[in-house]
Nanobody, 125 residues
Framework: QVQLVESGGGLVQAGGSLRLSCAAS?????????MGWFRQAPGKEREFVAA???????SYTDSVKGRFTISRDNAKNTLYLQMNSLKPEDTAVYYC??????????????????WGQGTQVTVSS
């Protein structure tokens, strides 16, 4: 079983930056071809943020393109999300997960499993 633990969240002013980490344990990280970041704002459904394949191909939701960067270090079993130029609307609990179903969309949360407990990101205006 793979366990995912997110960290790096916090309170930041608009325009600031945060770097989230997702540490995987239990099995070799690189065996999971695609990892993703999702977020859930208060009163809203969890939504896709970014994904990365094991060879580093990335995908982003439109609202974070040019501001967020997803990356991974397979040797360290860690997934990252660098978030720059943060906006109040980025406020949410951020989750990482591993993709387990490849027949559907990479942005569909139902195709992911192993969700961590999440890390809170709050952006003040």
């Amino acid at each position: 079983q793979v366990q995912l633990v997110e960290s790096g969240g916090g309170l930041v002013q608009a325009g600031g930056s945060l770097r989230l980490s997702c540490a995987a344990s239990g099995r070799t990280f690189s065996r999971y071809a695609t990892m993703g970041w999702f977020r859930q704002a208060p009163g809203k459904e969890r939504e896709f943020v970014a994904a990365i394949t094991w060879v580093g191909i990335t995908s982003y939701t439109d609202s974070v393109k040019g501001r967020f960067t997803i990356s991974r270090d397979n040797a360290k079993n860690t997934l990252y999300l660098q978030m720059n130029s943060l906006k109040p609307e980025d406020t949410a609990v951020y989750y990482c997960a591993r993709r387990v179903i490849y027949s559907g969309s990479y942005s569909d949360q139902n195709n992911y499993a192993g969700w961590g407990q999440g890390t809170q990101v709050t952006v003040s205006s």
